[in-house]
């Protein structure tokens, strides 16, 4: 059995009897039943994923995803290709935001070049290349569903690496100038939902800009016709390497039963697809913040989450899961530290 | 002149050029302009609180007002009044929401007694005691007007030494049984709201208890007919020593220039009448979290601020400002670490 369909054999649903035994504790903590809302509900998921009731936060990873998108060529970006590698490159160097934001809050970067076009000189990156770029996806697929399937794998194989180095809270990230242009895509080939409902201005396009974005997914889809029940033909016909590796993240997080940080909309589409191969993994994901992609909407009610945070964030690179891990952590030592009604005698 | 008016007259706008040069590094950092949103924002405004475009978080302190409130002789609250000086108790031996919460986030937690009706025997309880609780709203003012400028300054004081003992990032928390009553009575005569829109369950009342509460707050207010335009007679008529407290924190923190974080309901009720005294403290304040009460959706718009977290927490205590201060160090971090494109040499 290939590893993909291995992993998405392995992923079970949460432990309901752990799930129970946490509530228990939730309500002997000194506060009005349910008072710390979302804290609870995350405690209560964390220990449906583990088993264990008390659960602490060992190791701290983002895992983001780079590869660059053919689609570019259609003026469906406001920032030129080479700009992929450039991101990458700062986030190696600790430049960028999610770097930043991922030192402070406790979190490994790993970088993981799946389709980049061109090179980095860092031994920091993890050196996956499948190809050098996508096609462009008004003109035909992205990429072979075997380059698809390699690239979901790619992703399973950094995680399961990543999570035997002793990383038990995972976040997704990205870098790929043109992928909003390719999650939108996937999301549409997906849902069939209005373009207009899905489709945002990415890093910041203008109108006549976004009025074009929407006419080349539209295209790009009639012209590859994905296949909506099967979200790795969609990937490989309308997506793009880093999705692929990103729903290969969220999988293998499920498979190994270790929660993991959805962060804006192209991290939102990469969990969607996951969903739809499996449906039980969304209950090891965690949505971090709202995105201002309007995609983001739709995702979060397709997957029935909501975010906790509302920054106004719109730069990717999983800064978003960088800030949600500390509400994370804070739901573990809630969990532990708390008292008890019965600690003070009531 | 007396410490309040002091405070009120020491309080002056942000410092716009600050502001303006921090926005010129914020544009210059390695991103689309605006990206990172609410991070943003709140550096623009540490910049105009200190006057420095780089700050750094030296000293994080949550600041409890606790009192008792003899309104809850009205059947408003849930929970009979001795839980006040238990959950005082709690924070002070570490095991309560706010104290696991903000040891997480590095933060001091200082428990004032500023009316509790018992006494607590722990050295680390900073004993201010004005009356043991107040009087009950429904048959008469909560305190005298001498007794609400002495809670507002007492807050102040125990700010400045927060502040002179090196805290440059203050949060406000309370306890105090029946203050979702006394807080929805000071917004009402604030702002003559329909009370449907302004009153909660707060810890968690019947339908039944919801309407007892909404009468007793009417009650309240037609009876001790607190004048709208003098925010200082409104607590004393049908407020609380926590709100007055938390008023003087709100003063104390925008006359020293210190930013300071609203937490939940009451919190915002406090900051909504340190605003009227003083209009310009509004920009010292950052908004936490979302409140689960109706009428912090007024306060909100009252004060024209957004939440950052949504968290459907309803504990109090200051809960919400300890998981906030992580972001807006997060912000501080952002500004002084991520690179910029003259740093790539673009």
Not at 113 to 120: E, F, T, V
Not at 200 to 212: F, K, Q
Not at 219 to 232: G, S
Not at 300 to 317: I, N, S, V
Request: hydrophobic residues 40%.
């Amino acid at each position: 059995m290939s590893l993909l369909n291995q992993t998405i054999a392995r992923i079970t649903p949460l432990d309901t009897k752990a799930m129970e035994e946490a509530q228990k504790r939730l309500d002997s903590l000194l506060k009005p039943q349910g008072s710390l809302g979302r804290l609870e509900s995350i405690a209560r998921q964390l220990a449906g994923i583990t088993g264990k009731i008390q659960n602490k936060v060992e190791g701290k990873a983002i895992i983001v995803m780079a590869g660059d998108n053919g689609v570019i060529e259609e003026s469906v970006s406001s920032y030129p290709k080479d700009v992929s590698k450039l991101v990458a490159e700062t986030m190696l160097t600790g430049l960028s935001g999610v770097a930043v934001l991922g030192k402070f809050e406790g979190a490994k970067i790993k970088v993981v070049d799946l389709g980049l076009d061109g090179d980095i000189d860092n031994p920091a990156l993890i050196k996956r290349k499948i190809k050098r770029g996508t096609g462009n996806i008004a003109k035909g697929p992205a990429m072979t569903r075997d380059e698809a399937i390699r690239a979901i794998e790619t992703g399973i194989e950094i995680t399961n690496l990543a999570i035997d180095e002793g990383t038990n809270l995972v976040g997704t990230g990205e870098v790929g100038i043109g992928n909003t242009t390719t999650s939108s895509a996937v999301l549409y080939a997906l849902t069939k939902e209005s373009l207009d409902l899905l489709v945002g201005r990415g890093a910041g396009l203008s109108d006549e800009g976004l009025a074009n974005k929407k006419a080349i997914i539209k295209k790009a889809v009639e012209l590859n016709k994905p296949d909506p029940e099967d979200p790795v033909d969609v990937i490989a016909k309308v997506g793009g390497f880093d999705i692929a590796g990103m729903t290969g993240c969220f999988l293998a997080c499920a498979s190994r039963r270790v929660p993991v940080v959805i962060d804006g909309f192209i991290s939102g589409v990469a969990a969607l697809c996951a969903v739809r191969m499996k449906p039980e993994s969304r209950e090891y994901m965690i949505q971090s913040h709202g995105t201002e992609e309007p995609g983001g909407k739709i995702i979060h009610k397709l997957l029935d989450m909501e975010p906790m945070l509302f920054m106004k964030m719109r730069l990717g690179e999983g800064t978003g899961c960088a800030l949600a891990f500390n509400i994370i952590e804070a739901a573990t030592r809630m969990m532990s530290d708390m008292g008890t009604f019965a600690d003070i005698g009531m």
